[in-house]
């Protein structure tokens, strides 16, 4: 990665949580920087040639209100309204009337995490100039982001389409001091209350900055981001998890010589075989392997062995999609977009979310089916037809003890549940506006169920290390490849000891699931990583 600070590229920092600051132009944020403003770990400036864009770019409006001229979103109202021109002395109440009355948002409010990103990333797009807002209601932004005044924005009412204008609407209005506002000093309150608190002053919106502040993809990306590098960290454990079931397993590695994967050169399936390839056999010794070498079998079952072809294409998938969401996060999304060059406004379709929204839709159905597998690894563990003389459902005293069963039943709604999940929401339109706007994304949905999914696979893979673990203690004395044996070693540290009667697994599978989340198991296995490892 690079990034751009102080309009110079300059090398990322190797771990996020260094970072003390992300420096906004409109062309180099990544989605990582996004999740790392969602935490917390960095406050936001803005690149120092950024105050002169927007000051030029605001320059072009002025010269328009100067001129008289008629101009969609500058002196006209919006929508089926755009022919109704409205008086100059009314141009700052029509913006203020407009982040009122799309502020039609419903459900639960976002969490500060994911508002923070809203922000961040409308900021970020505003940067690129093509909006008008003066630098001064931008930097109103940037301080309020830094301080973690956060607006009450509901979690539906976009269709991803003229932009996400509910969900920004909402952003918008609480930086005005209306409606409800959160920050970490006052919790819940009045917007203005919280900027006041906070020594900040409301936003006041003059002519173009309405639009300039709702009109755009922000919503749509912000789950976007969110998923892209959930998905990434996700599929980087699960297949280190897939490692270690494919040892208690006694799956054969022969499936995954690099030979064999150089005749179907993806990148991805090479990725994922490189991958793989430092934390088992040959390149890592294991007693396991070593007992069924001269077994019968031919060949493992499709979830042993073809995990490169199925994790390789998820992995290709998490990089389509995220090469799309960091084009769409530094792209200009308003309507009209100011010309800086031709000193212009011209109205176009940039605020459409179909490109985010396709490749959600992409990522959702690439996740989903990493779970597929996941899933039938962990019945195949549980079953002793299937697992190499493993006790049934990996418990001693079956019968009076019952192990896993539920903990797989558990996993195999989560698959269920994600089939629907999987189910393309951008497939789907609905014409809005007087049929002004009669083919959306709805991206928005996208977005959601996208995270909903990835959350849904994460569970399923934190059961299937704890059946892996339980299955290692079940084969002891024989011992796994280091790498593997370290895994073991954090869960049974960390997260649970071995189940040698029946307990309350939902407690065990919280904990992994946090132990998944939080990436312990990529931080356990990397130190026998190479250091120029895949992206996998």
């Given at each position: 990665?690079?990034?751009?600070?102080?309009?110079?590229?300059?090398?990322?920092?190797?771990?996020?949580?260094?970072?003390?600051?992300?420096?906004?132009?409109?062309?180099?944020?990544?989605?990582?920087?996004?999740?790392?403003?969602?935490?917390?770990?960095?406050?936001?400036?803005?690149?120092?040639?950024?105050?002169?864009?927007?000051?030029?770019?605001?320059?072009?409006?002025?010269?328009?209100?100067?001129?008289?001229?008629?101009?969609?979103?500058?002196?006209?109202?919006?929508?089926?309204?755009?022919?109704?021109?409205?008086?100059?002395?009314?141009?700052?109440?029509?913006?203020?009337?407009?982040?009122?009355?799309?502020?039609?948002?419903?459900?639960?409010?976002?969490?500060?995490?994911?508002?923070?990103?809203?922000?961040?990333?409308?900021?970020?797009?505003?940067?690129?100039?093509?909006?008008?807002?003066?630098?001064?209601?931008?930097?109103?932004?940037?301080?309020?982001?830094?301080?973690?005044?956060?607006s009450h924005v509901p979690c539906r009412g976009t269709v991803g389409a003229s932009g996400d204008l509910?969900?920004?609407?909402?952003?918008?209005?609480?930086?005005?001091?209306?409606?409800?506002?959160?920050?970490?000093?006052?919790?819940?309150?009045?917007?203005?209350?919280?900027?006041?608190?906070?020594?900040?002053?409301?936003?006041?919106?003059?002519?173009?900055?309405?639009?300039?502040?709702?009109?755009?993809?922000?919503?749509?990306?912000?789950?976007?981001?969110?998923?892209?590098?959930?998905?990434?960290?996700?599929?980087?454990?699960?297949?280190?998890?897939?490692?270690?079931?494919?040892?208690?397993?006694?799956?054969?590695?022969?499936?995954?010589?690099?030979?064999?994967?150089?005749?179907?050169?993806?990148?991805?399936?090479?990725?994922?075989?490189?991958?793989?390839?430092?934390?088992?056999?040959?390149?890592?010794?294991?007693?396991?392997?070593?007992?069924?070498?001269?077994?019968?079998?031919?060949?493992?079952?499709?979830?042993?062995?073809?995990?490169?072809?199925?994790?390789?294409?998820?992995?290709?998938?998490?990089?389509?999609?995220?090469?799309?969401?960091?084009?769409?996060?530094?792209?200009?999304?308003?309507?009209?977009?100011?010309?800086?060059?031709?000193?212009?406004?011209?109205?176009?379709?940039?605020?459409?979310?179909?490109?985010?929204?396709?490749?959600?839709?992409?990522?959702?159905?690439?996740?989903?089916?990493?779970?597929?597998?996941?899933?039938?690894?962990?019945?195949?563990?549980?079953?002793?037809?299937?697992?190499?003389?493993?006790?049934a459902f990996l418990v001693p005293d079956g019968g009076l003890n019952s192990g896993f069963m539920m903990?797989?039943?558990?996993?195999?709604?989560?698959?269920?549940?994600?089939?629907?999940?999987?189910?393309?929401?951008?497939?789907?339109?609905?014409?809005?506006?007087?049929?002004?706007?009669?083919?959306?994304?709805?991206?928005?949905?996208?977005?959601?169920?996208?995270?909903?999914?990835?959350?849904?696979?994460?569970?399923?893979?934190?059961?299937?290390?704890?059946?892996?673990?339980?299955?290692?203690?079940?084969?002891?004395?024989?011992?796994?490849?280091?790498?593997?044996?370290?895994?073991?070693?954090?869960?049974?540290?960390?997260?649970?000891?071995?189940?040698?009667?029946?307990?309350?697994?939902?407690?065990?599978?919280?904990?992994?699931?946090?132990?998944?989340?939080?990436?312990?198991?990529?931080?356990?296995v990397s130190p026998w990583l190479d250091a120029q490892a895949p992206n996998s």
């Amino acid at each position: 990665y690079q990034r751009r600070v102080h309009g110079e590229k300059k090398r990322r920092p190797p771990f996020l949580n260094r970072m003390q600051h992300v420096f906004l132009d409109g062309e180099s944020l990544t989605p990582a920087d996004v999740v790392a403003v969602s935490k917390g770990c960095c406050t936001v400036e803005l690149a120092p040639q950024v105050l002169e864009l927007l000051a030029r770019s605001r320059a072009v409006i002025d010269d328009i209100l100067k001129s008289e001229k008629v101009v969609y979103g500058v002196n006209t109202g919006f929508g089926n309204f755009a022919t109704t021109v409205i008086p100059h002395d009314q141009l700052c109440e029509l913006q203020e009337n407009l982040i009122r009355s799309h502020a039609a948002g419903c459900g639960d409010p976002l969490t500060p995490e994911r508002v923070r990103m809203l922000l961040v990333l409308r900021i970020n797009t505003l940067c690129r100039g093509s909006s008008g807002i003066r630098p001064e209601v931008v930097l109103q932004m940037v301080a309020a982001l830094n301080a973690s005044c956060l607006s009450h924005v509901p979690c539906r009412g976009t269709v991803g389409a003229s932009g996400d204008l509910a969900p920004l609407a909402h952003l918008a209005l609480g930086l005005m001091g209306e409606g409800r506002m959160w920050s970490p000093t006052t919790g819940w309150g009045l917007a203005a209350d919280v900027l006041r608190a906070h020594s900040l002053q409301p936003i006041k919106l003059a002519a173009k900055e309405g639009l300039a502040c709702i009109n755009g993809t922000q919503f749509i990306t912000a789950f976007g981001c969110e998923a892209i590098e959930r998905a990434r960290s996700l599929l980087k454990t699960a297949l280190f998890v897939y490692a270690l079931a494919l040892e208690t397993l006694k799956g054969s590695v022969k499936a995954l010589d690099l030979d064999l994967h150089r005749l179907k050169p993806h990148p991805g399936q090479l990725a994922v075989v490189r991958l793989l390839h430092q934390v088992l056999p040959p390149r890592q010794a294991s007693e396991i392997n070593e007992s069924h070498k001269c077994c019968n079998r031919v060949q493992d079952a499709y979830t042993l062995r073809c995990v490169p072809q199925v994790y390789g294409v998820v992995h290709d998938t998490i990089e389509f999609s995220a090469r799309i969401i960091q084009t769409e996060i530094n792209s200009s999304t308003d309507n009209p977009i100011v010309l800086l060059e031709r000193g212009e406004l011209l109205s176009g379709g940039n605020f459409h979310g179909e490109y985010p929204a396709k490749a959600l839709d992409y990522l959702a159905i690439a996740v989903g089916e990493l779970g597929n597998m996941v899933e039938r690894r962990i019945d195949r563990l549980c079953s002793p037809g299937l697992s190499q003389e493993l006790p049934a459902f990996l418990v001693p005293d079956g019968g009076l003890n019952s192990g896993f069963m539920m903990a797989h039943v558990a996993c195999a709604a989560l698959v269920a549940e994600n089939r629907g999940l999987s189910r393309p929401a951008s497939s789907d339109s609905i014409p809005t506006s007087a049929a002004k706007e009669d083919h959306v994304s709805m991206g928005g949905y996208a977005g959601r169920k996208a995270v909903a999914l990835i959350r849904n696979v994460e569970q399923i893979v934190a059961v299937e290390l704890l059946a892996a673990c339980q299955a290692l203690d079940l084969v002891r004395p024989l011992r796994t490849t280091e790498p593997l044996e370290a895994l073991h070693r954090a869960v049974r540290a960390e997260v649970c000891p071995m189940l040698t009667s029946d307990r309350v697994l939902s407690v065990d599978m919280e904990r992994a699931l946090s132990f998944v989340q939080a990436g312990r198991v990529i931080q356990v296995v990397s130190p026998w990583l190479d250091a120029q490892a895949p992206n996998s």
